[in-house]
């Protein structure tokens, strides 16, 4: 065989409930991912070593040493089948890079899935996303795709149903944002608040059971859009742009600094896009549907 390429989706979370530190840092989270329509596709190829390329847009931004996501992936395969990870990894990256929307992550389900089926290691899905568990909190999901509640780090995913397809827009802030900095911010704005177990919204999970927009944009909310407002203020403008161009509702696409306009239908999805690009409040806006499926071989 000569390669094998899997294509993976990024996400938006449409509820981020977050729950207080927990001693091991991580925070207890009611985490909905809802995978949307933006791809990075990961083929990989026999080789002498491990190595990785990366072509796209926020290329210049990933690592392509022994940290990048997709390479940790290989090498935790080869570790339990006793192999050693000698293959080329090339991301064709189209999600933005440190933006809350998962791409590393997504990288790490699809370069694991592309070995399984290279090396014929056979894995089932149980170990599968037991491997992308380990590798981080958001890597089980990038396999799954649909929708899913994740609890404890967001790693524990329970499917959920959707009645429909959802309009987005993304907009995509010039620079990252570091996970771990936004959720230190969380740490500090709600320090001595006594922070709630975090619980998925009943209203929410019905709007998105009944493909209903207007109820799901009613229900969006994300405990850590504080914190980083609070970390690029500049975001408010972002949010208030989309919304006076005719989004549904707004919110920041996980630990940001991405921002999510969920929208009617995919004509307004153009022309809310259209709108933020000439707003001058983000770098670049892309349309998107969802759900869709998670990390699958092409
Ligand atoms: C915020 C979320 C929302 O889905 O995603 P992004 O917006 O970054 O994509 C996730 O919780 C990010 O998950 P992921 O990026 O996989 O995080 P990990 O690699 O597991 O952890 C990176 C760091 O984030 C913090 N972290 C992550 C998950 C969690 N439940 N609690 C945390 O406090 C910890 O500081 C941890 O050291
Ligand atoms: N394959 C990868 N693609 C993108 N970033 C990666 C990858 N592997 C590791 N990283 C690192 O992870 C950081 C977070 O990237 P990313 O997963 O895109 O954002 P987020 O965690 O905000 O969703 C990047 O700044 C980069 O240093």
């Not at 990933?62 to 990870?85: F, I, K, M, Q, S």
């Not at 397809?165 to 608040?193: C, I, K, M, N, Q």
């Not at 799901?216 to 980083?228: E, H, K």
Request: aromatic share 4%; charged share 15%.
């Amino acid at each position: 065989m000569s390669g094998v390429t899997v294509r993976v989706p990024a996400k938006v979370n449409i509820q981020l409930a977050v729950g207080g530190a927990r001693p091991d840092g991580f925070h207890d989270l009611a985490n909905v991912f809802l995978a949307v329509s933006l791809f990075d596709e990961v083929t990989v190829v026999p080789a002498e070593s491990l190595t990785v390329t990366c072509t796209g847009p926020d290329a210049a931004q990933v690592p392509l040493d022994g940290t990048n996501l997709a390479a940790r992936a290989a090498t935790l395969l080869a570790e339990r089948h006793g192999l050693a990870p000698d293959v080329h990894i090339h991301i064709a990256k189209d999600i933005p890079v440190a933006g809350g929307m998962a791409g590393g992550s997504a990288d790490g389900a699809a370069a694991l899935l592309a070995c399984d089926v290279l090396w014929g290691t056979g894995s089932s899905r149980a170990e599968l996303l037991e491997i992308c568990a380990e590798l981080g909190s958001d890597v089980p999901f990038s396999l799954a795709g649909g929708a899913a509640l994740g609890v404890g780090r967001g790693e524990r995913l329970t499917p959920l149903e959707v009645g429909g397809e959802f309009h987005w827009v993304f907009a995509v802030a010039d620079g990252g944002l570091s996970t771990p900095a936004v959720y230190g911010e969380f740490d500090r704005l709600t320090a001595g608040t006594g922070v709630p177990a975090p619980e998925a919204s009943p209203a929410l999970l019905e709007a998105l059971r009944a493909g209903d927009a207007a109820a799901l944009g009613a229900a969006l909310s994300n405990d850590l859009q504080p914190a980083a407002l609070s970390l690029r203020p500049s975001l408010s403008e972002t949010l208030e742009a989309g919304l006076t161009a005719g989004a549904l509702a707004a919110l920041v696409s996980g630990s940001g600094p991405t921002t999510a306009f969920l929208v009617k239908d995919a004509q307004t999805a153009e022309s809310v896009a259209r709108t933020l690009l000439t707003s001058g409040t983000c770098r670049t806006a892309r349309v998107a549907s969802s759900p869709v499926p998670g990390a699958l071989v092409v």
